[in-house]
């Protein structure tokens, strides 16, 4: 009786003071050969994401417009146009930006959609060892 007593506070105690796990965040980029826009995105933005804290926050997933969403995501609506950035939590889509602009407006505008849909805070992301591009 009296082991299964402090098993039990022992994880009681455990629980209450474990940090929650972080969601799995992600940015899905979905785009298409051909696409100018996607090609200058790969050019300007695709090398410094991983390396940004944007990028460990929310690192990058591709998905090509014509197939199917990646396995486990779901999109709120249909995909049209590419490049198209959506930001996904455990599967589900929490935002989207469609096409792109350049990059003097894509930090600001990512870095917006995170803080908006997100514990994001720029200070707050631990610098290491960058995440690789998939399918890059």
Known sequence: MRLSVLL???LAALAL???PARAELRLLMVEQQGCAYCALWNRQIA???PNTS???FAPLLRADLRD???DGVTYARKVVFTPT????ENGQELARM???????FFWPMLARM????????????EDGPAIPLEGG
């Open 8 to 10: 039990f506070a022992g």
């Open 68 to 70: 199917p969403p990646p």
């Open 17 to 19: 003071f474990s940090a």
């Open 114 to 125: 995170l803080e908006q849909h997100t514990d994001y805070d720029p200070g707050a992301v």
């Open 47 to 49: 090398p410094a994401y």
């Open 54 to 56: 944007e990028g460990r």
């Open 85 to 88: 950035f959506l930001l996904i």
């Open 98 to 104: 469609e096409g792109y602009v350049g990059e003097d």
